[in-house]
């Protein structure tokens, strides 16, 4: 479970609050979506949490241990990170690159080289086409599948993920972002997500928090939001979407009519 | 292949040896120093600012003043140190900038990934950093090597050993096969060591280990390729003796004579040309130099700073004292010839004016000629202060003479030809025989007595059998000896070696009656 209670972060020696008072729980093994536009603080809400960013305020704890306690280093090697850049190694092949933290602790070759083909199977890479090739080699969507295995090469229990699909074409989006939601359930990851993709965020998250100008506006499952918005922000938010839905029912539903005399 | 050509590649392996050492020490040190400071930079603008910033002014720094810089800056050490020093300054602007570049020019994206996985800094640098940046330093030493290898060459007039003796040597003497010679072993180098690290380079971008350890292998295989000579000369080589020569005939043939008379000795001479006469001064003061003929006029002004006159027994002494007890070297004696600054004229026209000494000669001038005296000489004769204190003493004033200057190879022609009445010249030039010119006495003594002496290194004359072997040159060449010698280089056309010969053979044969 991760646990965020008051957390503030400033940049101005407490001027003015990037995030402010933020707090948030996320059970073990569910999916929480931080949704908000560009600014709001919901990126670095997240990059607190493996303490990419250092908080100003408040306390953060993943399974019931405060971050700060730990050593910056150990904590993130225990998380996963994806984010949308990416960031594949281009001097290092893909198995380089999937066995980076593995190296890092020290593992044996043997145990590397078994490790990595389970990763690549895992993402759907054939180990023995995928395994030598560099990242320059790969697709977008196939980059950011090998972003996923690395994030989980030591076997890590919970994901931070910012913008993970963010910078694919949308055909490669839907495809990539339901084997995760699949993989997610079947591995029990705990995981926070970033997106400003409303869609996105109520196809996905077994919760929602949304965020603007720093300050959560309102927690609750994809269901209830739709149901009560509860705030005139989170409610334009909402209204796109189903407006979107709206269009398009509208749109299939007049091909429907004039395709079938 | 001509004898010139084949003394040039007599001494390729020391001289490209010495420059092989300093290059590559000096390569060596600057990226010691360069590719940490720059990483730590790469994380501190400010004193990557700051760093940068000097390492740009020294840049700015003619190569040639820095390297003269760092002697004086010394205390005036020469060889190989000041010229170590001064291109390591040198070449610590394009492998730090490299540096620093390199690792700022990473993808802020692979830096975020590297922290996400839980890099720390260190391995950041180790795993990420250097890695993708090493193409970019590699393009920074590249620069390096290409700066250093070409400016190692202006160690030489710092006593430095390198390929620039040859381009010295062959400036000083006109000898313009040694000067290219220098110019493209010089060249040759640079543009190999150049592709060597450029290789390295694409090795670095393609990430082909093959291609590096072939560009390693090269460069491995270049370095300890041209460090043969001092390497070799490290284990065992104790029986070597280093002979300087000043860049003139005379110091040639001389410095080839030393060598014939070592060599039965059991000592393996190595003649070293090309560093400038003050300098070789210093470098047997520190043992980096064997022997030496210097002349006493010389070390009277250059070293002692005498203005006086003394005759040339006592000017003798008093060097011989000086440079034993103040100076640090060892004087075995003249060898019997003078290499004096004299006033000479043709046989003919001293006849015709009825002069034989410098004062005649002023008062024909001032009398009898009509028209002011014409005198030939070396640009840097009328500079030294011995010819204003001609004038002074012989109250010859400005409007009775006009000085011409030329080169010193010319102005014995001049004369013969008429060019000029009178030239300075010098007492030991062959050519005075050949032009038959006449010397004129010189009553005021204005010029220095300059009687060329032999010097050894402490180091060298505690060496048995050193000082035995190069006894027997000592008043064994007499002045018309000498000047025939040189006679038979300059205008005969032999070559130093085959005149060093023929001067031991008459010398020994004059002193043994």
């Known amino acids: 479970m991760i646990a965020l ?49 250092e908080p100003t305020g408040g306390r953060i704890e993943i399974e019931g241990r405060d971050v700060r306690s ?45 490790r990595v083909d389970e990763l690549l199977d895992l993402v759907r890479l054939p180990p023995a086409e995928y395994r030598d090739r560099f990242p320059r080699q790969l697709s977008g969507g196939q980059q950011q599948r090998i972003g996923f295995a690395r994030a989980l090469a030591v076997g890590a229990r919970v994901m931070l993920l910012d913008e993970p699909f963010g910078a694919l074409d949308p055909i490669t989006r839907d495809e990539l972002r339901d084997e995760f939601l699949s993989l997610r359930k079947r591995l029990g990851l705990t995981a926070v997500m970033v997106t400003h993709d409303i869609t996105e965020a109520l196809l996905s998250a077994d919760q929602i928090a949304v965020m603007n100008a720093g300050r959560l506006l309102r927690v609750g499952t994809p269901r209830e939001l739709v149901a009560n918005p509860g705030d005139p922000f989170v409610a334009s938010l909402l209204a796109a979407p189903r407006r979107h839905a709206d269009r398009l029912d509208a749109l299939l539903n007049d091909t429907n009519k004039r395709g079938t005399p | 292949m001509s004898e010139n050509l084949q003394e040039l590649f007599a001494n390729l392996p020391a001289y490209l040896g010495g420059h092989m050492l300093l290059s590559v020490t000096t390569l060596a040190a600057a990226v010691a120093i360069s590719l940490p400071l720059g990483i730590v930079a790469s994380r501190r603008p400010r004193l990557a600012e700051v760093a ?69 800094d260190r391995q950041l640098l180790w795993w990420v950093e250097l890695p993708l940046a090493a193409p970019v330093i590699l393009g920074g030493i590249r620069t390096a090597t290409v700066l250093v290898v070409g400016t190692a060459t202006l160690a030489t007039p710092i006593g430095g050993q390198s390929l620039g003796n040859y381009i010295f040597a062959g400036i000083s003497t006109l000898n313009h096969t040694s000067t290219m010679f220098g110019c493209v072993a010089a060249a040759l180098l640079a543009i190999g060591l150049d592709q060597l690290v450029r290789l390295l380079e694409v090795a670095a971008r393609r990430r082909s280990r093959r291609l590096a350890y072939v560009a390693a292998g090269g460069l491995l295989l270049v370095t300890f390729g041209g460090l ?23 110091q040639y043939t001389l410095s080839h004579a030393m060598s014939q008379k070592l060599e039965p000795a059991g000592f393996r001479p190595e003649r070293r040309q090309g560093m400038g006469f003050g300098v070789q001064h210093l470098a047997i003061q520190r043992n980096e130099v064997d022997c030496m003929v210097t002349y006493t006029g010389d070390v009277w002004t ?59 000669m002023v008062e024909f001038a001032r009398i009898r000629l009509g028209r002011p005296l014409k005198v030939g000489g070396d640009i840097s004769i009328f500079l030294h202060k011995e010819w204003p204190r001609l004038k002074q003493k012989y109250r010859l004033r400005d409007g009775d003479v006009q000085t011409v200057s030329m080169d010193q190879s010319l102005v014995y022609g001049a004369v013969q030809a008429g060019e000029v009445d009178a030239i300075v010249a010098y007492s030991s030039d062959g050519r005075l025989t050949e032009y038959k010119l006449q010397l004129l006495r010189d009553p005021e003594h204005v010029f220095p007595p300059y009687d060329a002496i032999l010097l050894a290194s402490r180091a060298a004359a505690r060496r ?25 280089v300059d205008v005969g056309k032999q070559s130093p070696k085959e005149v060093a010969g023929w001067l031991l053979e008459t010398g020994t044969s004059a002193k043994t009656p």
């Open chain 2, 464 to 488: 048995p059998g050193f000082v035995e072997a190069l006894q027997p040159l000592l008043g064994s060449i007499s002045q018309e000896t000498m000047r025939e010698a040189n006679r038979r």
């Open chain 2, 52 to 120: 940068l910033g000097l390492a740009g002014v020294i840049q700015t720094v003619p190569s040639l003043a820095l390297l003269a810089l760092m002697m004086v800056l010394l205390g005036g050490l020469i060889g190989f140190w000041p010229a170590f020093l001064a291109l390591v300054l040198y070449s610590i602007l394009p492998i730090l900038s490299n540096t620093v570049l390199g690792i700022r020019g990473v993808d802020p994206v692979l830096i975020e990934a590297a922290k996400g996985l839980g890099m720390s």
């Open chain 2, 302 to 360: 250059l070293l002692m700073k005498r203005q006086d006159y003394a005759d040339r027994e006592t000017t003798l002494k008093e060097v011989t004292r000086f440079l034993e007890e103040d100076f640090g070297v060892v004087c075995l004696g003249p060898l019997g010839f003078e290499n004096a600054y004299a006033v000479a004229m043709t046989q003919d026209r001293a006849k015709a004016w009825e002069v034989s000494s410098i004062a005649d």
């Open chain 1, 70 to 114: 730990l050593d910056a280093v150990e904590l993130r090697r225990g998380i996963g990170y994806v984010f949308q850049g990416i960031g594949l190694f281009p001097h290092m092949t893909v198995a380089g690159n999937v066995a980076v933290v593995p190296r890092l602790l020290g593992w044996s070759a043997e145990r590397i080289g078994t």
């Open chain 2, 228 to 250: 043969y000579e001092p390497v070799t000369r490290w284990f065992g080589g104790s029986n070597r003796v280093v002979i300087a020569s000043a860049s003139f005939t005379e």
């Open chain 1, 5 to 53: 209670s008051n957390v503030c972060k400033s940049y101005d020696a407490g001027g003015t609050d990037a995030v402010h008072d933020v707090s948030l729980k996320v059970p073990k093994g569910s999916l929480l979506v931080l949704l908000g536009g560009s600014g709001c603080g919901k990126t670095t809400t997240l990059k607190m949490i493996n303490r990419l960013i």
